[in-house]
């Protein structure tokens, strides 16, 4: 290996053996830590996208499709109590068209699949409730199919058929839906399965459905649709009013000095109204006519006259100049008359009146004419008279403090939410602050600790090996300091001598003042050289 790898490693060896017990044990644990993170990480990529297979299922169709798997060698994973099979994304495909070719699962063919099992021998009740049955069982597996349906029940209420035309009642339905976790119905999609429902049925009108959902909440009431109960459709019209009028009256007067209350009264019923309107066609000929003529010849004379009864019995005499001739004429005649008949159908939440309520702030009103803002209210809120509707605007003085109390509290709230933000980002810094100085001092103590470490002790031996090559002729300043002879004096006092390390370690430390460069590059060369090849 290169020897600056070598190095590498034998610097890694030396720092490793010089840890303590706690060291190591710190080490080892977040080695252990970072394994076990590479290898989770590893098996979360590794791991297969499950996707569903089939959801909503029996606990038969589930099991059976379960042995169909493990027989397939094919991994998989059941949620919502068994309920949901998922299976790697590769072999969705190839497992459905194999449950599908062995009749799996079973729940799906309740629908028109009912009548494949019908004997010859059924019964007419029997083919109508299995009729209807497989109505009920189509109808609820396409509403699973829409997005955020997790399961649909549908019950039918077909009247019979009877000859008497004015007796038929028509026929309804009950849609029970249950929403997947986290997700509603909107408008639009009550919408499409009430409207779906109704034209599956021959003479089933939208108002005659209803859903419900898992929760209770009515989303649709036969007799109303689903736009919800009459209560609901009143507040919805009257939010909608006073919308209105409130964004016109805040562009006139400006935002805040008008304020708007709109009351709508709504019928609760329902009803069906049948006109009929007869009119006669201009310069139409008749249909048919008849003329009917009659004529009689007298006897004539005055003799032959029979005169007239009286009052009393008595004949009158006629007058002398009648004969006793006359004609009569009679026509008849059939003209084509016009037939309009009407049928309107009245639902529940028809307006019978509504009043509007303006109050307009007085500082702010200035030129305004209050029969022109009125005028405006009574346009924007389509008020119509014949109905009963009303319109009242007053100019009235504002409460201001109220209006400045909420001003000043959302001051305050708005002050203190900067505060608590500015505390927040005050306390974050702190922490990080603290942090990085933590590591920072650490890395410092650890570098002067691997530091001083590394360093290895110089034998006085290799010392003393080093002078000569210091007295060399080539050195600038060379060792020369003599070492002394030891004195033996006859008296008893003995003289210090200092022992030779020491005044080699003086000699070097000299040296080093004298040339500090040169007496590093005899150090390195003689810590190299020690180092085993």
Same mark, same amino acid.
């Given at each position: ?7 590498? =490693?034998?610097?890694?060896?030396? @720092? ?33 996208? =499950?996707?569903?297979? =089939? ?33 790697? +994304? ?17 729940? !799906? ?20 409730? #299995? ?21 649909? !029940? ?47 049925? /021959? ?24 736009? *919800? ?5 009143? *507040? ?16 006139v007067v400006g935002p805040g000095n008008a304020t708007v209350v709109v009351a709508a009264d709504m019928s ?10 007869? #009119?006669?066609? /201009? ?16 006897? *004539? ?22 004969? @006793? ?19 309107? #159908? ?39 008279? +014949? ?28 002050? /203190?939410?900067?505060?608590?933000? =500015? ?29 001083? +470490? ?25 060792l020369t300091a003599p070492i002394a002879p030891i004195m033996i004096d006859p ?18 430390? !000299? ?23």
């Amino acid at each position: 290996m290169p020897r600056p790898i070598t190095s590498a =490693f034998e610097r890694l060896g030396r @720092g490793i053996s010089s840890f303590s017990v706690a060291q190591r044990t710190v080490a080892i644990i977040g080695v252990a830590v970072l394994a076990l993170g590479i290898a989770a990480l590893s098996m979360w990529a590794t791991k297969p996208a =499950f996707t569903p297979l =089939f959801s909503g299922l029996s606990g038969s169709d589930a099991s059976t499709i379960v042995e169909q798997l493990r027989t397939d060698g094919v991994a998989y994973e059941l949620s919502d109590g068994g309920g949901t099979i998922l299976v790697p +994304q590769e072999h969705v495909y190839d497992e459905r068209l194999k449950a599908a070719a062995a009749g799996l699962p079973s729940s !799906s063919t309740s629908g028109y699949g009912l009548l494949d099992s019908m004997g010859v021998t059924s019964s007419e009740f029997q083919q109508s409730v #299995t009729y209807k049955r497989a109505l009920e069982g189509e109808i609820a597996n396409t509403v699973k199919a829409m997005k955020g349906v997790k399961n649909a !029940s549908v019950r039918l209420a077909i009247p019979e058929e009877t000859v008497f035309a004015s007796e038929q009642s028509d026929p309804t339905a009950s849609v029970f839906v249950e929403t997947a976790t986290g997700s509603t119905l909107n408008t639009e999609q009550v919408q499409a399965i009430v409207h779906l429902t109704s034209a599956s049925i /021959e003479g089933m009108a939208p108002t005659d459905v209803a859903v419900i959902d898992s929760a209770g909440v009515v989303l649709s009431a036969v007799g109303v649709g689903a736009t *919800g109960s009459a209560d609901q459709q009143a *507040g919805a019209y009257e939010d909608r009013v006073r919308g209105a009028v409130q964004a016109m009256l805040d562009k006139v007067v400006g935002p805040g000095n008008a304020t708007v209350v709109v009351a709508a009264d709504m019928s609760y019923q329902s009803a069906q109204r049948v006109e009929e309107s007869f #009119t006669t066609p /201009e310069d139409a000929p008749a249909l048919n006519e008849a003329v009917k003529t009659e004529s009689y010849s007298g006897a *004539g004379g005055a003799g032959g006259a029979a005169g007239v009864l009286g009052p009393d019995n008595i004949a009158v005499p006629a007058a002398a100049e009648g004969d @006793g001739t006359f004609t009569s004429e009679d026509t008849t005649k059939n003209n084509a008359v016009n037939k309009v008949t009407e049928t309107r #159908t009245i639902p529940a939440g028809e307006i019978n009146r509504q009043t509007v309520s303006v109050a307009v702030n007085a500082d702010v009103v200035g030129n305004l004419n209050v029969a022109d803002i009125t005028s405006l209210v009574a346009s924007a809120a389509g008020i119509d008279a +014949q109905r009963g509707d009303a319109v009242t605007v007053e100019v009235v003085g504002f409460n201001g403090g109220a209006a400045a109390d909420a001003a000043a509290a959302l001051a305050a709230a708005e002050a /203190e939410a900067a505060a608590d933000r =500015f505390a927040e980002i005050v306390r974050i810094a702190i922490i990080t602050a603290g942090i990085v100085i933590t590591l920072v001092l650490g890395l410092i103590l650890y570098a002067r600790r691997s530091r001083r +470490q590394s360093r290895e002790a110089i034998e006085l031996d290799e010392l003393m090996e080093v002078r000569p090559a210091l007295n060399a002729p080539g050195m600038p300043f060379p060792l020369t300091a003599p070492i002394a002879p030891i004195m033996i004096d006859p008296t008893p006092t003995v003289a210090y001598q200092p022992p030779a390390a020491d005044r080699m370690r003086v000699e070097i430390d !000299s040296l080093a003042q004298r040339d500090p460069a040169k007496t590093a590059e005899l150090l390195r060369g003689l810590m190299d050289d020690r180092q085993p090849a």
